[in-house]
């Protein structure tokens, strides 16, 4: 069953973020934009831009190629890592822990939000993102 089966509001409400290694992530970058018109900003990924099918609020899903030896993934050994948007990152990361899940100690807050990590049954390396209130990042620019 899932939560909207029970009634319960999901963990998750969209894909944040999709990261992933590259030999050369500014000319993939730029292989991307010519051929798939994906517009790849000055600090390398994009973003893509939707609305949440729960709220209709604004929203967007960061694309972006990392370095082939970026740590960011740790402790993960998959060249990629996803981004799932949550709106109460506290309660979802207790909630995995409750449950057993591999959540770690790991938590960042910037001016995008707060982020907390898990890892997957398959050693995957998920960051979770509560988007920061007036997060300039989910609504398209003027």
């Known amino acids: ?4 089966d029970q009634g319960r509001k999901p963990r998750v409400h969209g894909l944040g973020g999709v990261f ?9 970058s730029q292989w991307y934009a010519r051929h798939l018109g ?5 600090w390398g990924g994009a973003l893509m831009f939707w609305n949440r099918a729960d709220t209709g609020e604004s929203a967007c899903t960061v694309w972006s ?3 082939a030896d970026t740590e960011y993934f ?11 948007r949550v709106d109460d990152l506290a309660g979802t990361l207790a909630a995995l822990r409750a449950e057993g899940c591999q959540v770690l100690d790991r938590y960042e807050e910037s001016e995008q939000g707060k982020f907390g990590y898990v890892v997957d049954p398959e050693g995957a390396l998920i960051e979770l993102w ?5 997060d300039a990042s ?4 003027a």
Request: proline share 20%; aromatic share 10%.
């Open 138 to 141: 989910t609504a398209p620019p």
């Open 65 to 67: 190629p990392f370095k």
């Open 1 to 4: 069953m899932t939560d909207t």
């Open 74 to 84: 740790k402790p993960s050994d998959k060249p990629y890592m996803l981004n799932y």
């Open 38 to 42: 994906i517009d790849a900003q000055d």
């Open 130 to 134: 509560q988007p920061a209130p007036d």
């Open 20 to 28: 992933f290694k590259a030999r050369d992530p500014a000319a993939l």
